[in-house]
């Protein structure tokens, strides 16, 4: 059990677009879903954190207008880059936990996407 | 704020123990937890402390002590897919249930 699913795995966009990426719970709810961003060989950074029903918590330096969050049911969160530029080129990750094993730090990830913005 | 330092890479013998260690600085502290990553791969839980003392689940073990703000993950029997990135995390205080990670210890498995 406790499976997080993330969509796209991988995409490749022209700068100035946008992209939606999308993180789902396929068998538990999550009221609450995290989002990170992750350069190569460096630590996971958490970009925000998505409240079903309510505003995002965006973390300090994380522009609020560039990256959108949108946790509109219990199994669904996604993160829109708008306006994409080279610089936003990274790998994003998703994770959630279910209720009792978020208290032991236990967070289950998605795959992952990696944006790359031309 | 939270801040969790690892040595950056750590190179052992495929049978060996090694041990990657983890210091933190928290503003409250809910427990220590680690994670493995593969290169290009989601993170994957490992385990989890609270109290201090040691916790063992199969090859993987893992050490806390809480009045040193120190802990350790130790690999036994290393195999060549270990090699991976470890990653340690603490969950932060005031109320957020979100999760801040270390700064990762590159693993590498050698024949």
């Known amino acids: 059990g406790a499976v997080v699913s993330q969509h796209p795995s991988w995409v490749i966009c022209k700068s100035g677009t946008s992209v939606k990426i999308e993180c789902r719970s396929l068998d538990f709810q999550a009221t609450t879903m995290f989002w990170y961003r992750q350069f190569p060989k460096q630590s996971l950074m958490l970009m925000a954190t998505?409240?079903?029903?309510?505003?995002?918590?965006?973390e300090q330096g994380v522009e609020k207008d560039k990256f959108l969050i949108n946790h509109a049911s219990l199994t669904l969160s996604t993160l829109t880059v708008t306006s994409a530029h080279p610089e936003d080129s990274s790998f994003y990750i998703c994770s959630a936990s279910p209720t009792g094993r978020l208290a032991k730090n236990i967070q289950y990830f998605g795959a992952g996407t990696r944006l790359s913005v031309l | 704020g939270q801040s969790l330092e690892q040595p950056s890479e750590v190179t052992a013998v495929e049978g060996a123990i090694v041990q990657i260690n983890c210091t933190y600085q928290t503003s409250g502290f809910y427990g220590l937890s680690w994670y493995q990553q593969h290169d290009g791969g989601a993170p994957t839980f490992l385990s989890y402390n609270a109290l201090d003392g040691l916790e063992e689940t199969g090859r993987f073990s893992s050490f806390l002590s809480r009045s040193d703000s120190y802990g350790y993950l130790l690999l036994q029997e290393l195999q060549m897919k270990d090699s991976a990135s470890y990653f340690c995390a603490v969950r932060a205080s005031g109320g957020y249930q979100k999760v801040t990670f270390g700064t990762g210890t590159k693993l590498q498995v050698i024949p």
């Open positions: 998505s409240n079903e029903g309510s505003k995002a918590t965006y």
